[in-house]
């Protein structure tokens, strides 16, 4: 079975980090792009950060662009989100999602997200 696993949250003061872990498995992981969202309390669910299958490029909203750093290890079948000079309104429930597109469809995995805090 799909499993997507993150950890990592918890409470920050503001300009502070963390470090998003998310461990995946019941896919093949070298096959899917990984990405990160959010969904801050009382608004919708946005994208953060990505990282592709084949080259690891990597993407970032404009909002956390130069603060957090996506990466993943293969051999690990795991997904980071490097998150610095944290911000109260980084506050969220952050998600990992494994997407792919296959057959001209998408398909996407998703965790259960882990509550992230920003608050001195």
């Known amino acids: 079975q799909v499993m997507l696993v993150e950890s990592g949250g918890g409470l920050e003061q503001p300009g502070g980090s963390l470090r998003l872990s998310c461990v995946t498995s019941?896919?093949?992981?070298?096959?899917?792009?990984m990405k990160w969202y959010r969904q801050p309390p009382g608004k919708e669910r946005e994208w953060v950060a990505s990282v592709t299958r084949v080259d690891g490029v990597t993407n970032y909203s404009d909002s956390v662009k130069g603060r957090f750093s996506i990466s993943r290890d293969n051999a690990k079948s795991t997904t980071y989100l490097q998150m610095n000079r944290l911000q109260p309104e980084d506050t969220a429930v952050y998600y990992c999602?494994?997407?792919?597109?296959?057959?001209?469809?998408?398909?996407?995995?998703w965790g259960q997200g882990t509550e992230v805090t920003v608050s001195s």
């Open positions: 999602n494994a997407h792919r597109r296959f057959m001209g469809k998408d398909f996407a995995y």
């Open positions: 019941g896919f093949t992981f070298t096959e899917y792009d």
